[in-house]
């Protein structure tokens, strides 16, 4: 639900990046806040265990400037991966605009990119909003691993698996070079500011 | 899917939080949604903050709270209070869709801030009706 705040022009949109754990959610928001470093004035924010593993969010706030005189800020969230902390990924679900879906392309991941997308679908239901209507983009990740020998699902078969009905744009990409990264995180926007656009006149 | 609030009731917004909390020696008001966007914010002009930071980590904390609350069978847990050396956080729910976020110092006292920021929230409840 983006906040529109009529005295400054400013739109507040939300943006979460969900998949199953060790996806590489959080170091697509990683990628972005180094490449965008000059752009964003504050630090991420990571909510994070010892071992490295999301416990709560990250946020990372990313300003895209005016579309229609109004001031668009991006806020971009990470939920927790690992399976036993479905209720506080609930809790960062709640207001999204926009999905990034990062699938881990790694061939043994497969089914847990599979329960991941099925609890999204029933999380998005508990708010009231539906997996096919919701702005959403799915990322195939882990792709620079092909080079390094270790066995990773065919690109017919992610999609085969996750996107045979949502048909939603999809995007094979690395969080650690950064393929597709910058790409996913254009589309999310362009796609979530188009439903938003559709309801500002 | 989106909503916003009108350019009257935010400017009344921004003068209760000013006149009600600010003038009594607060740091820093923000009022912010359950999603985490920042819908007012209001300063004395003596610290300036990371507020986009601040208003995410509000609403998962308070999140976290009653969803614990709900857990143990309580409606809520009313009061949310963290307390510094310098400076103290306090945390109160306006409605069901927004809370208010107080940061303030050594020298205002807890019971007078409860007591205006009761104050505050009837204010802009009231606004709604
Ligand atoms: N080779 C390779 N490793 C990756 C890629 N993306 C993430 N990783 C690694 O995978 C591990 C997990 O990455 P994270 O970004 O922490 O994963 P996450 O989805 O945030 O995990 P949770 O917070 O537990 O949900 C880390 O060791 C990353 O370095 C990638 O594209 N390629
Ligand atoms: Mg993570």
Known sequence: MAFINMRTNEVQVKIVYYGPGRGGKTSNLEYINKKFRERIKTEMVSIKTHGDRTLFFDFLPFDIGKIKGYDIKIQMYTVPGQVKYNATRKLVLKGVDGLVFVADAMAERRRHNLLSLKQLQENLAEYKKSIFKIPLILQYNKMDLKDRGVPLLSLETLEQDLNSKLKAPSYPASAITGENVVVTLKKIISVTMAAIQRELK | ?129
């Open chain 2, 1 to 129: 899917m989106n909503y916003g609030i009108d350019q009257d009731r935010l400017i009344e917004i921004d003068s209760i939080l000013r006149e009600d909390l600010i003038e009594i020696g607060v740091d820093y008001v923000l009022m912010i949604d359950t999603a985490g966007n920042t819908i007012a914010k209001c300063d004395s002009g003596a610290h300036s903050y990371d507020v986009a930071s601040l208003a995410a980590l509000a609403a998962g904390n308070y999140a976290t709270v009653d969803a614990m609350a709900k857990i143990v069978g309580e409606q809520e847990f009313s009061l949310l209070f963290h307390k510094g050396e310098n400076v103290s956080i306090h945390f109160s729910m306006i409605n069901e869709e927004f809370l208010l976020i107080i940061l303030f110092g050594k020298e205002v006292s807890l019971g007078f801030l409860r007591l205006k920021v009761a104050e505050a929230i009837d204010k802009i409840r009231a606004l709604w009706k």
